[in-house]
T-cell receptor
Framework: DADVTQTPRNRITKTGKRIMLECSQTKGHDRMYWYRQDPGLGLRLIYY???????NKGEISDGYSVSRQAQAKFSLSLESAIPNQTALYFCATSDPLLSGSHEQFFGPGTRLTVL | SQQGEEDPQALSIQEGENATMNCSYKTSINNLQWYRQNSGRGLVHLILIRSNEREKHSGRLRVTLDTSKKSSSLLITASRAADTASYFC???????????FGKGTMLLVSP
């Protein structure tokens, strides 16, 4: 089984709809991240969480919110989706103390299209 | 804003040749990492080099870091068609808090 999973893998929705993307991990990592990827722009950080009670905004948090329901779960919500939120969304985890490394482990991504 | 900037944006080579990708960044860092992404899939960590290191090897990968020039290079030796992917550098600042990714280099290795 994959260590970092994302659901759904693909989603098409309409402008104004509320959307939730979910991320689960079995790695036991404390830190979790949400990124979006647009063609030619690389990955940009939306939100990150270093433990269940810690939530931090990233570079592009406007229009997004997150919830850290448990150590293993980190959800990203688009309260009112707009077309320029069409992108590939990635969840990632890390735990320098547990793994001894600062590397991040990525999920397979969710392709979101907002019409 | 993007911290790392990869160069070139795209690289096309033949199998067996070496591929070199460069990354420049703007502020001081704790470490620099390289990731690989196969088309539309999640990123996979390749190698990490700390700010006090100048060169690191892992299999066919060689990474260099020049903190005075704020640049790094990734060399893939004896490329294979399976190396076809996008490669991203990512920098971690002194606070170890988050990574900032560059825009990536798209590598195409033809058989």
């Amino acid at each position: 089984d994959a260590d970092v999973t994302q659901t759904p893998r693909n989603r098409i929705t309409k402008t104004g709809k509320r959307i939730m993307l979910e991320c689960s991990q079995t790695k036991g990592h404390d830190r979790m991240y949400w990124y979006r990827q647009d063609p030619g722009l690389g990955l940009r950080l939306i939100y990150y969480s270093f433990d269940v009670k810690d939530i931090n905004k990233g570079e592009i948090s406007d229009g997004y919110s997150v919830s850290r329901q448990a150590q293993a779960k980190f959800s990203l919500s688009l309260e009112s989706a707009i077309p320029n939120q069409t992108a590939l969304y990635f969840c990632a985890t890390s735990d320098p103390l547990l793994s001894g490394s600062h590397e991040q482990f990525f999920g397979p991504g969710t392709r979101l299209t907002v019409l | 804003s993007q911290q790392g900037e990869e160069d070139p944006q795209a690289l096309s080579i033949q199998e067996g040749e070496n591929a070199t990708m460069n990354c420049s960044y703007k502020t001081s860092i704790n470490n620099l990492q390289w990731y690989r992404q196969n088309s539309g899939r999640g990123l996979v960590h390749l190698i990490l080099i700390r700010s006090n290191e100048r060169e690191k090897h892992s299999g066919r990968l060689r990474v260099t870091l020049d903190t005075s020039k704020k640049s790094s290079s990734l060399l893939i030796t004896a490329s294979r068609a399976a190396d076809t992917a996008s490669y991203f550098c990512a920098t971690a600042d002194g606070g170890y808090s988050t990574l900032t990714f560059g825009k990536g280099t798209m590598l195409l290795v033809s058989p």
